[in-house]
């Protein structure tokens, strides 16, 4: 019987179990996945923990991409067949087509088949973050070569595909971290210039970077006491894109920067571009691609194994990583 994680309250990572549970044929538009690697992201610890947008109904699975192996189709999928290798780009739900486990149904439409150059831990690594990143810096900023944005948390897998993207269009990646532990990391991994918040004054530094002209775009998911400076370092008709609450502190909001600037303040979510199928094949265009030529390449951390999913969600919320925690079932 196939192993699935699943949660029957909200907690800690200690509330994750592994369940013996049926997993039904997919349907019409649906794939049945063989999963061989899942990918760990803040979201999901967010969503166990109570603290996310979407609420879970107990007992609820959980995860939102994978890469394995496709088992079974329905009678309506025709872009992929029994044997591919494939990639899971999350879908809408982070409950109805839960990742984590060794098998899952999920949106045919939503399914990629991997590059040969991509093994499945690697696959599992990819479409979350290169997809959000894609959606806000490219598809809505349209950050052009030359233009300034400014990463904050830079070192996870988002912030550091979000340096990747940045520098595919030719702009300058303007990385954040809290101590000085990642500089170099964050150097080595393509940022222009790292800004340690804890030691360097962010206005001021990203004033120096731009020439006084300040970053066009923010990409931002802490928010808390630090947005106003974020936002107090954009240039005028900004766009900082909000979309995390990592901060447990609450988030002011800077009324004069956003006025005097004319700055805008964009709530965003991956959702917005996997539920539209033109620009869900625009972002799938643009990772393959940088797939292909390097100019995109998985930042992978750390591998744990299904059974150790309690020990990775722990790793995951100690802030640790550098990069994409990958679950290998």
Known sequence: MPRVVRFHQNGGPEVLRIDNVEVPPPAADE?????????????ESMFRSGFYVESPVFPARLGYEASGVVSAVGSSVTNVAVGDAVAIIPPMSITRWGAY?????????????????????????????YVTAWGALVDIAQLRAGEAVIITASSSSVGLAAIQVAKSVGAIAIATTRTDAKKNALLEAGA????????????????????GAGARVAFDPVLGPEFE????????????????????EPTPFPLFAILGKMLTVYGYQYKLIV???ARLERA???????????VLKPVIDKVFPLEQIVDA???LESNQQFGKIVVTV
């Open 31 to 43: 794939i049945q996945l063989q999963i061989r690697a899942l990918g760990v992201n803040r979201a």
């Open 101 to 129: 486990g060794d098998t899952g149904n999920f949106p045919a439409a939503h399914a990629v088949k991997n590059p040969p150059s991509l093994g499945f831990t690697e696959a599992a690594a990819v479409w979350m973050q």
């Open 192 to 211: 222009d210039h790292v800004i340690v918040t804890q030691q360097e004054d962010l206005v001021a530094r990203v004033n120096e970077i731009t020439g």
């Open 229 to 248: 400076k974020v936002a107090d370092a954009l240039c005028e008709r900004g766009i900082v894109f909000a979309y995390g609450a990592l901060s447990p």
């Open 275 to 277: 539920s539209d199928p």
């Open 284 to 294: 799938k265009r643009f990772v393959l691609d940088g797939l292909s030529s390097g």
């Open 313 to 315: 969600h722990r790793y």
